[in-house]
């Protein structure tokens, strides 16, 4: 919806705090029924973002059991948040979510490209619940 918002109406895009606001308390509301509250985070620019945990959190709330959690690292290295990011990406698409962020852009903190994945990742889960 974003992407399309800025393709067809250039200036008259969403800002990152409208978008914040509309899909942060969605996001949190998600884990807290999931008990993961542990990866709540303040905005798309927090640095726990780039270990891809609660990207891999709200992909499996969003349908359970599709994360193997034992495919996890820890996040401590850039080469398990580079691992992490591209299971992740790879599971968004697999239930549906159409991204176009790089695992690069996830371990470098893009806010931007976040959003975008978070926001895609609600769509999902929220044309999951409607058919439900």
């Known amino acids: ?27 949190f509301s998600k884990l807290k029924a ?34 193997g959690y034992d495919m996890v690292f820890s996040g401590d290295s850039d080469k398990d948040k580079l691992e992490n990011a591209r299971y992740g990406l790879t599971m968004a698409r697999k239930i549906g979510a159409t991204v176009f962020a790089l695992p690069e852009d996830i371990v470098e903190g893009n806010h931007k490209m976040m959003l975008l994945v978070f926001a895609r990742l609600m769509n999902v889960g929220a044309a999951s619940d409607n058919a439900e």
């Not at 993961?36 to 359970?64: G, H, T, Y």
């Open 34 to 67: 999931a008990r993961k509250e542990k990866s709540m985070f303040a905005s798309f620019k927090d640095v726990s973002l780039r270990n891809s945990r609660s990207m891999l959190d709200l992909i499996d709330c969003i349908q359970p059991g599709s994360i």
């Open 1 to 27: 919806y974003i992407l399309l918002c800025c393709l067809t109406r250039p200036h008259s895009t969403p800002t990152h705090s409208t978008v914040k606001a509309r899909h942060i308390p969605c996001i």
